[in-house]
């Protein structure tokens, strides 16, 4: 097979139905399904998108010859991998980068995992096969991913095995010859409108004997028996795009997984029962630095639209004179070449990592996964500020077309734009900083890769400041021999 049109994966998905609840009933077709469909069709999109850009989006699949999406590829030169941010660049606007676990995201990490993968077989030489052989049937069928990292909240003072259940946290239950049994719960699948999940661990297993069952990474079908999706209630209400214009179309979902006696395969297993390994993986592979790649290029694509969003709505009310409104766009926009040059050093800077594969330089990306969650809040904030009770009072789709359509035309106008150009302007806005969709989109930006004081905690801890401290040591003691 070759990359994958919209209408294909819309029929995968009918084909092969994962048990997906939402609001109490078990949904039969989320193609079509209220609150899903949106979604649904702006991932179909996406596949379309890479025929109608080719040169961008594809490359020849190194297996058979065949077109297969860019975000598969396994870079070896810096060429080959600015050529995979341009293409994970020019997905993210296609959404405005609101569909942050759009596919690129884990096509970049099992990426990695295969490039990567005689760290696996370095603890079981069956499961670097594992992943070389997983990325390329991904890679030939071009198939959507979701993952889950983390156990449920229940009781965080102590570990997975220490609950009040053993089996609240998806954990192993039953070894067997061809596989084992998974059970418990996971959280928090975003995207479930895919094909298959991509079950890692996180990186805070504690080294104990305790914690083994609980150590493992794999990835199956989401329409494994067994395998529930208990998805939030969607932000999309099944409006049209006039109103709605953002959570419509880009509503990804996001869920807890549980898994009631989910049957692995060994041929699905790429680590099991090591702790150590575990919490190596994402750094030892290059996994963690391939996805952070792929999340400058969604942030630089957001701040974009972000940018773009704030400058018409200044022009269309004539602000432009305000030195405060001079202050915000310049913070809007000081953000996004803050992003271009993390990007851009980072590719620039990139190396060859120990198993050959091109690797973007680590420190811009770890510098923006940790600053992107304090801007982004700050940016809604705003849009706010800006629009005002403007955000609030703006008309329906049924309005426009509704008896006070003339009324609407005469108050509703400003200062360069008539009602009926305004008011589709400000809906957007709505929807980017004040509906249900946009308090999504802060909280998901706030912890996109996980508790922003972990991740703080984690960068103080590995990155070295010794040559920062030795910079000022020698000023101090040349100040010392001078007197």
Known sequence: MSARTGEQVIKKLQEQPMEIWHRGTRVEDITTEPGFAGGVQSLAGLYDLQWQEPDTLLFDSPSTGDKVGRTFMIPKTKEELMSIG??????????????????????????????????LSSRNPAFGENARRYHEYLRENDLALTHTLIHPQSNRAVSAAQQADPFLAARIKEERDDGFIIKGARMLATLPISDEIMVFPSTLLRSLEEDKPYAWAVSIPNSSPGLKFLCRESVDYGRNHYDHPLSSRFEEMDAVVIFDDVFVPWERVFLYQ?????????????AVIHMAHQVVCKNIAKTEFLLGLVSMMIDAVGLERFQHIHEK?????????????????????????????????????DAARNLYPRLYPRMIEIVQQIGASGLVAMPTKADMDGPLAEDIEKY??????????????????WDTA???????????????FGDPVRMAGALFHNHDRTPYMDKVRDFLQQNVIEG
């Open 86 to 119: 341009d293409a994970m660049k020019r997905t993210a606007d296609y959404s405005m980068g609101m569909m942050g676990r759009e596919p690129a995201y884990l096509n970049r990490a099992i990426s990695a995992y295969a490039g990567g993968a005689a760290f």
């Open 274 to 286: 090591d702790v150590e390994a575990c919490n190596q993986a994402y750094v030892a592979t290059g």
């Open 329 to 365: 766009t310049a913070e809007i926009w000081v953000n996004l070449e803050t992003m271009k040059a993390f990007r851009r050093v980072a590719e620039v800077d990139a190396a060859p990592n120990d198993y050959g594969v091109m690797t973007p330089a680590w420190d811009p990306l």
């Open 412 to 429: 509703y106008q400003s200062a360069r734009l008539e009602a009926k150009d305004r008011i589709p302007l400000y809906r957007l806005a």
């Open 434 to 448: 004040l509906s249900a969709f946009a308090s999504r989109q802060v909280l998901y930006e706030r912890f996109f």
